[in-house]
Every structure is written in structure tokens, then in C-alpha cells.
T-cell receptor
Framework: DTGVSQDPRHKITKRGQNVTFRCDPI?????LYWYRQTLGQGPEFLTY????????KSRLLSDRFSAERPKGSFSTLEIQRTEQGDSAMYLC?????????????FGSGTQLSVL | QQQVKQSPQSLIVQKGGISIINCAYE??????FPWYQQFPGKGPALLIA?????SEKKEGRFTISFNKSAKQFSLHIMDSQPGDSATYFC????????????FGTGTRLKVLA
């Protein structure tokens, strides 16, 4: 169990640029989540994948955001035309598939700063 | 109805003391209540979790107390240590097409040596 891996750990970009983050979940986990966390707040749900299918998207996920999970393995989160309000920690989490809710394992996150 | 309210926002405790953090929820469909610990620059890590069929769960120095009728649950950290200084988040989850977690706003705990 190598844990949930996220890359990069930090990203500084200028407003208007596109950025892409990658998440590698724990290998046997079929469920994958993206969360966003701003300073002093709890993580906020963005989107959820069951294998390669994106089953839920939060209304926080504007049309500038897109997430994919090809082949049900790693996932990417892309933000187009970044805005200063996008500055946050983007967290990926995974959990095993089961009949009920399961423990959620988080990565260390990608800290995005939009200048 | 999807919110989880957490208090206090910050907490200072002497070493050896008891730290208590409280959470309340509205959605009765929630059936899994974890607590997460987060250190600066790290992702949240699961500390302890409870389901509503029990009123208390203890793991080492950490205890969750759960009051189903009041829709409240709390984390107790016994014999608090400086290494416990971190931000703690409660969360709730229930099936709504997915099992996404709804997190509280966090409690920043500082344990004085």
C-alpha cells in the first residue's frame, strides 16, 4: 500500500493559464474523489469516479474544470483559464468499492497558487 | 441539510488534558461519521470513525461519542499531547448516489507542553 499519490505538490501559475493535476489512487481502490480545500476550511467535494465513470459533480465544479479517469486508474483534474479564486489545495482521495461507505484515504494534495 | 457544523474553531489544551470537539448534522441519511486529523501541508488522515448503531467508540486515546437523537457527535482526546496539535475535521457520509463525505469547518487544536 503506497498510499494516494498526487503530482505536483505545488503549482504556481498566472491568471488565465491552464493547469492539470494528477492523482494515483491506491491500486485496489475503485472509488476516487476530488476535493478542494481553502485556508481555514474543510475539504469541499468536487467530483467522484467509480472506476472510469464520473458519477457526480458538485456545482462548485464550473465549466472551467474537467476531470477524467481513463481506464479507471489514475485521474487528472484540469482547470482552464485559472482565476485567483481557484487558489486552494486540491485533494484526491480513494476508497475501496463496497456495499457501504468506506474509509477515505487522502493524498497530500496539490497546492495551487494563481497570481 | 447537507451541512456538518463543527465547534470550536480553535482549542488550546494543556498537556495531559482532555480535548473535546463537537459536531452536529441535519441529514438523517448520514450513517458514517469519521474524524480526520490534518497536519500543515498534508492531506487529512483518518483517525477514528463510528456508525450510528453504537453510542461510543474508543481507539487508544481517541473516543467518539454519538447521540443519534440529537444528531450530534464528538471527539474526545484523552491525555492530550503536543504531537496532537493539528486541525481536526469531522465528516458525515451517507448514500446519495455516491458516498461522498461532507466535512465540518475544522478545529485547530494546540496542546501546550
Amino acid at each position: 500500500d503506497t498510499g494516494v499519490s498526487q503530482d505536483p505538490r505545488h503549482k504556481i501559475t498566472k491568471r488565465g493559464q491552464n493547469v492539470t493535476f494528477r492523482c494515483d489512487p491506491i491500486s485496489e481502490h475503485n472509488r476516487l474523489y476530488w476535493y478542494r480545500q481553502t485556508l481555514g476550511q474543510g475539504p469541499e467535494f468536487l467530483t467522484y469516479f467509480q472506476n472510469e465513470a464520473q458519477l457526480e459533480k458538485s456545482r462548485l465544479l464550473s465549466d472551467r474544470f474537467s476531470a477524467e479517469r481513463p481506464k479507471g486508474s489514475f485521474s487528472t483534474l484540469e482547470i482552464q483559464r485559472t482565476e485567483q479564486g481557484d487558489s486552494a489545495m486540491y485533494l484526491c482521495a480513494s476508497s475501496p468499492t463496497g456495499a457501504t461507505n468506506e474509509k477515505l484515504f487522502f493524498g497530500s494534495g496539490t497546492q495551487l497558487s494563481v497570481l | 441539510q447537507q451541512q456538518v457544523k463543527q465547534s470550536p474553531q480553535s482549542l488550546i489544551v494543556q498537556k495531559g488534558g482532555i480535548s473535546i470537539i463537537n459536531c452536529a448534522y441535519e441529514n438523517t441519511a448520514f450513517d458514517y461519521f469519521p474524524w480526520y486529523q490534518q497536519f500543515p501541508g498534508k492531506g487529512p488522515a483518518l483517525l477514528i470513525a463510528i456508525r450510528p448503531d453504537v453510542s461510543e467508540k474508543k481507539e487508544g486515546r481517541f473516543t467518539i461519542s454519538f447521540n443519534k437523537s440529537a444528531k450530534q457527535f464528538s471527539l474526545h482526546i484523552m491525555d492530550s499531547q503536543p504531537g496532537d496539535s493539528a486541525t481536526y475535521f469531522c465528516a458525515a457520509s451517507g448514500y446519495s448516489g455516491t458516498y461522498k463525505y461532507i466535512f465540518g469547518t475544522g478545529t485547530r487544536l494546540k496542546v501546550l507542553a
